[in-house]
């Protein structure tokens, strides 16, 4: 791990990085909604993975162009319009195939080549990461763990988990019972206080400075 990793970026601003055995973390903020872009990169094959295409292609296909030998894959989170507006473009530049949460497929602007559940796995190159789905900020999110042969976890979490409570879940559709508890279940009860989430804006947090503010989260309702 890269020791001046911070997980601080903002839109325009440089690239933070981070080492992990077998993987390469780079984070970047895009647009006026400073959405969060994080391009992963196996290090045995130089495979790489995008997650979230929110905005500015190009200066994602030029992190992109140099940072390995070729993207693989784009996993969108969910179906919101600031985590897409770069999609169709990253994709149509490098063909990369195309993953999102089965229930939010049919609203992004490109083709899902593969919907995903609870329990799935999106691999690139020599690196495998589960999909956890998560239910309430939209019907499709997911959230994606990767285990460091370090015996590190790390999340990216999209709109459902942020420093400070879970997504907003105040517009006709949403639920926010339903995402404190499948966040509750299934990332809260499932992993250490170790582990590192990284969401689709803003900074990083660990589990464990979360886990004492989850009563908090659920008495007030957001």
């Known amino acids: 791990m890269a020791d001046t990793y911070t997980g ?25 909604m400073s959405n969060n872009v994080y391009l992963l990169t196996c290090k ?23 940072s390995g030998d070729g993207l693989e894959a784009v996993v969108t989170t969910h179906r919101h319009w600031d985590h897409v507006r770069g999609l169709e473009e990253v994709v149509a530049a490098t063909g990369a195939r195309t993953f999102a949460g089965a229930e939010d497929a049919d609203e992004l602007p490109v083709r899902v080549d593969e919907p995903l559940g609870h329990g ?27 285990q460091s042969p370090d015996g590190g976890t790390h999340l990216f979490t999209g709109d459902s988990l942020f ?26 009860d499932v992993y250490d206080d170790d582990t590192w989430f990284y969401p689709g804006h803003g900074d990083d947090s660990t589990i464990g400075a979360e886990r004492p503010h989850l009563q908090e989260w659920r008495e007030r309702g957001w």
């Not at 094959?45 to 994602?60: C, E, F, G, V, W």
């Open 44 to 66: 045995a094959s130089r495979r790489q993975l995008l997650i979230d295409a929110a905005d500015d292609a190009p200066r994602i296909l030029e992190i992109v162009r140099d």
């Open 8 to 32: 601080r970026v903002v839109p325009g601003g440089p690239v933070q990085v981070r080492e992990l055995p077998d993987l390469t973390i780079r984070k970047l903020a895009v647009s006026q």
């Open 120 to 146: 799935d796995q999106v691999r690139f190159g020599q690196v495998t990461l589960d999909v956890i789905h998560l239910r309430g900020h939209t019907p499709g999110s997911v959230a994606l763990s990767y």
């Open 163 to 188: 420093p400070g409570g879970v997504g907003n879940t105040k517009n006709p559709g949403q639920s926010f019972d339903s995402l404190i508890e499948d966040v509750t279940t299934r990332i809260f």
